[in-house]
């Protein structure tokens, strides 16, 4: 159980170009999801906080006209990286909670998706 | 601000041997701590948690961390590590209603 589907697992866009990567919860609902960034051999990095419903929680220094986050359903939440530039690229992990979406629950993570920017 | 430091970037251990990946961490309030796995290319896994009650928390694939409030440490320990264990593991931290904190993570090589 407590599955995430992150699609697609990669995308090799050009620059000035969108993209777009979606985040499902299989098999729960989700009040909140998260968007991670994840630079090589670096930790994960929280960019945003997509509640359902309502507007995104952008953490400091993430710019939210270049990363637009949409959580129209309850087991859907969008990530739009708009004018892609080559320094956006990497690698993109979703994750939700079960349950409640307690603070004390495990978070449970999408695949990710490798951004590669030319 | 709460955070989470994982002191080694890379631990070798070998096929057989037992393994310890360490973490401390900086809360305010009472932590919520987590182990998760990443292997290549992929989402973190979740390995066990610790959000109170006894220290000793046993989680997935044979993994177990100690939790120990004046040292803040939460370590993750297996008793014989394998080949397939080798990933890069992250240890977590939250309080509260405060989002997750990751530490760097620590590279884990099990060596036949």
């Known amino acids: 159980g407590a599955v995430v589907s992150q699609h697609p697992s990669w995308v090799i866009c050009k620059s000035g170009t969108s993209v777009k990567i979606e985040c499902r919860s299989l098999?729960?609902?989700?009040?909140?999801m998260f968007w991670y960034r994840q630079f090589p051999k670096q930790s994960l990095m929280l960019m945003a906080t997509?509640?359902?419903?309502?507007?995104?929680?952008?953490e400091q220094g993430v710019e939210k006209d270049k990363f637009l986050i949409n959580h129209a359903s309850l087991t859907l939440s969008t990530l739009t990286v708009t004018s892609a530039h080559p320094e956006d690229s990497s690698f993109y992990i979703c994750?939700?909670?079960?349950?409640?979406?307690?603070?004390?629950?495990?978070?449970?993570f999408g695949n990710g998706t490798r951004l590669t920017v030319t | 601000a709460q955070s989470v430091a994982q002191p080694e970037d890379q631990v070798n251990v070998a096929e057989g041997n037992p393994l310890t990946v360490k973490c401390t961490y900086s809360?305010?309030?009472?932590?919520?701590l987590f182990w998760y796995v990443q292997y290549p290319n992929r989402g973190l896994q979740f390995l066990l948690k610790?959000?109170?009650?006894?220290?000793l928390v046993k989680g997935s694939y044979g993994f177990e961390a100690e939790f120990n409030k004046s040292q803040t440490s939460f370590h993750l320990k297996k008793p014989s590590a394998l080949v397939s264990d080798s990933a890069l593991y992250f240890c977590?931290?939250?309080?509260?209603?405060?989002?997750?904190?990751f530490g760097k993570g620590t590279r884990l090589s099990v060596i036949a």
């Open positions: 997509s509640n359902e419903g309502s507007k995104a929680t952008y």
């Open positions: 977590a931290v939250s309080s509260g209603n405060t989002p997750l904190v």
């Open positions: 098999d729960f609902q989700a009040t909140t």
């Open positions: 809360v305010s309030g009472n932590p919520y």
């Open positions: 610790y959000i109170t009650g006894d220290n």
């Open positions: 994750s939700a909670r079960a349950g409640q979406g307690a603070y004390n629950s495990p978070l449970h």
